[in-house]
């Protein structure tokens, strides 16, 4: 499929029936999450994985009673740091480091500076920040599935307090931010995909400065 049927064939799916993803094509789409950029590349956020049916059960209460929750393939939750701190930030440029093989020193300049720049901010700032960050990778996410035929929704029909809750995240010094329902529509009741995709046209959208 090229990229523009991709983006013409996708709809944030109302209706799954319940077909598990082939293994393969999930690992693409987590992979195409994994790669998303982020500022700076901390990519400062996790992303839970769930197929576990009581857990789903648990949670489509607290996020609206949307059916996508139960009949999805997997759901992903994708959960934002709630705060730069000195040791995050530290941890991820020592963890670069390595993979390029550099010294630590290589970034020092860039590191310090950073953080100098956060801790003059507050912590929601941080978190905002970083709430950002997950929904570049949930778009990219989004069209890897599309251009795999993979149906998928972005959630954000939740009670973020309660999913936060739900999945102990303020005790990893997460937040949550969005969810992902994955999964193959159920064709006959996904009454969405039926619709013309709407969209403001190029001229209104679109500001050209030349
Ligand atoms: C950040 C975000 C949150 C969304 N939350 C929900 C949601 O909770 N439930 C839902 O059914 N659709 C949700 N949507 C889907 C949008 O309503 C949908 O993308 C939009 O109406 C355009 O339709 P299309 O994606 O099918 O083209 C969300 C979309 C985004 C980008």
């Not at 000195?86 to 480091?97: G, H, I, Q, Y």
């Amino acid at each position: 499929m090229s990229l523009k049927e991709a983006l013409h064939w996708r709809s944030a799916t109302k209706s799954y029936n319940g077909k598990i993803i082939e293994k393969d094509k999930i690992e693409q789409i987590l992979e195409a999450v994994r790669m998303a950029p982020s500022s700076s590349g901390m990519q400062p956020f996790k992303v839970f994985v769930i197929t576990n049916k009581e857990l789903r059960e648990k949670l489509q209460p607290i996020a609206c009673q949307q059916q996508q929750i139960i009949q999805a393939s997997h759901i992903l939750v994708f959960a934002a740091w709630d705060e730069y701190t000195t040791e995050r930030v530290d941890s991820f440029f020592e963890f670069s480091n390595q993979v390029r093989n550099l010294p630590s020193s290589a970034t020092d300049d860039y590191r310090l500076n950073l953080l100098e720049m956060l801790n003059k901010k507050t912590k929601d700032e941080h978190f905002t920040n970083a709430s950002l960050q997950t929904y570049i990778a949930l778009g990219f996410g989004l069209l890897a599935a599309a251009d795999l035929k993979i149906d998928a929704t972005p959630l954000e029909g939740f009670d973020n307090k309660a999913v936060d809750e739900l999945l102990n995240l303020s005790g990893q010094n997460l937040k949550s931010t969005v969810m992902m329902a994955l999964g193959y529509k159920d064709e006959e009741t996904d009454w969405w995909s039926k619709l013309d995709r709407v969209r403001r046209p190029n001229e209104e959208l679109f500001v050209e400065i030349k």
